[in-house]
Nanobody, 113 residues
Framework: QVQLVESGGGLVQPGGSLRLSCVAF????????MQWYRQAPGKQRDWVGY???????FYVDSVEGRFTISRDNAKNTVYLQMNNLKPEDTAVYYC???????WGRGTQVTVSS
């Protein structure tokens, strides 16, 4: 079954770090642009950033310099390294492939003291 599975979320204090993983099953993630989105409670789902098949990365301004997207093609996995986390980063984080248009089910990130 074609699917994306996120993991790595949790509760972290402000200033802390987390690394999210997105594992692709039955699809070659190396051929996809892999995107990260997040959705805070009561808000719309927002784009966070993406990595192209060639490894180019782009981010929304609010996470630039704090978040890093990378990929390990041997593991068919994309990562979202999040540093210096802030309470406003609290959300469910989703990965999505393009152009295959597959969404994962998300992983919860909570930033709180």
């Amino acid at each position: 079954q074609v699917q994306l599975v996120e993991s790595g979320g949790g509760l972290v204090q402000p200033g802390g770090s987390l690394r999210l993983s997105c594992v692709a099953f039955e699809i070659d993630a190396s051929l996809q642009s892999m995107q990260w989105y997040r959705q805070a409670p009561g808000k719309q789902r927002d784009w966070v950033g993406y990595i192209s098949p060639s490894g180019n990365t782009f981010y929304v301004d609010s996470v630039e310099g704090r978040f890093t997207i990378s990929r390990d093609n041997a593991k068919n996995t994309v990562y979202l390294q999040m540093n210096n986390l802030k309470p406003e980063d609290t959300a469910v984080y989703y990965c999505k492939s393009s152009p295959a248009e597959i969404w994962g089910r998300g992983t919860q990130v909570t930033v709180s003291s």
